[in-house]
């Protein structure tokens, strides 16, 4: 009997050790399925972090040069920016004239891996064979403000490049017309051109010179460049009034030089006797023609400009062709009777 209860209780003892080292077993197997699982879910949510940020498009935007237009056509972009949720790289030149500068500008973005570069550039010529370079590395160009030379690009062999900006030649046919309005239709007038190989600049003297050219008494003295800068405007408009005394109105390219006209005919003491309309619409121009120191000066929306610009480029970078290869931003003329708030 005694070794019969013996045998039981060795019996009952390897059972209970059989079941322990069972759940032993599989509560680490639990355990180690746990760390497992949480493992490969800190690995998953790592990887999509990663893909986030490469997914993330990287737009590189180059303007010519920092100053009030160019301040408001950038805010215009970040604002587009933000709104999509893409990186923004920006890029401007130190001057007008620094063609160079922004050649580098667009090779550096490049070398940073940007998925398209909008550009409003300085010179329609000069800049296409480093954009080429940039749409052979699989970068998107989108032209902004100041039209490329399309027929350069076909030669380069590039991807037609669409264009987002206003009708240049319409906003200074709009500030011509207003000049030859408040001088009864007759009278002398010059013209303050931009840099001349630009194609906006060629442009927005072809507008001034077709509104004066609808009135067979006004006659074009002069029309000499300036470099869309204002002391260039100042010298130049000064050297003109002394040979032509009796000029009576001066269509400016751009706000800038008219600034330095503006100065030269105080310095003449002909304040009030010359009407002066420009483009760009700088809070200092809106300032002048409400202080009735300038006639008229037209906004280019340059801030619509950039927004429209970044939609294009980001559908381009997903493979969505833009409707249009040519896209017109409206502008507006601000006389004393319509200057915004």
């Not at 003892?13 to 490969?40: F, K, M, R, S, Y």
């Not at 264009?163 to 709009?174: H, T």
């Not at 006659?219 to 032509?244: D, K, M, P, R």
């Amino acid at each position: 009997m005694k070794n019969t209860f013996k045998f039981k209780a060795i019996a009952l003892a390897l059972v209970l050790c059989l079941a322990l080292g069972a759940c032993a077993t599989t509560e680490t197997e639990t355990t180690a399925t746990e760390t497992e699982t949480q493992t490969e879910a800190a690995v998953t949510e790592t990887a999509a972090e990663e893909t986030t940020a490469e997914d993330t498009i990287k737009i590189g935007f180059v303007v010519k040069v920092i100053n009030p237009f160019f301040t408001v056509m950038l805010e215009g972009a970040q604002a587009k920016a933000d709104e999509m949720g893409i990186e923004l790289l920006t890029g401007a030149a130190s001057e007008q004239t620094k063609t160079e500068e922004q050649i580098a500008i667009v090779q550096d973005m490049v070398t940073k891996g940007v998925d398209a570069i909008c550009i409003a550039p300085m010179d329609s010529e000069a800049l296409l064979p480093c954009l080429a370079e940039a749409q052979e590395a699989g970068v998107v160009v989108v032209n902004l403000d100041n039209r490329l030379n399309a027929d350069t690009a076909e030669e380069l062999g590039m991807d037609p490049i669409p264009f987002v900006g206003v009708s240049d030649e319409d906003s200074a046919y709009l500030a011509a017309k207003a000049i030859c309005e408040a001088m009864g239709g007759a009278g002398d007038v010059a013209i303050i051109e931009g840099i001349q190989s630009a194609d906006n600049a060629q442009q927005r003297k072809a507008g001034a010179e077709r509104a004066f050219d609808e009135y067979p008494d006004i006659t074009i003295v002069a029309s000499q460049t300036a470099n869309w800068n204002a002391e260039e405007g100042l010298t130049v408009f000064t050297n003109i009034l002394q040979a032509n005394p009796d000029i009576k109105g001066v269509f400016c390219a751009n706000d800038a030089m008219s600034f330095g006209v503006i100065q030269a005919i105080e310095a003449a003491g002909k304040t009030g006797q010359i009407y002066v309309a420009s483009i760009d619409a700088e809070d200092a121009a809106i300032e002048n023609v409400k202080n009735g120191i300038e006639l008229a000066t037209v906004y280019n929306n340059q801030d619509a400009q950039a927004a429209k610009a970044i939609e294009v480029a980001v559908d381009m970078v997903n493979g969505i062709e833009p409707s249009s290869m040519d896209i017109v931003v409206e502008t507006i003329l601000y006389t004393i009777d319509n200057l915004p708030q």
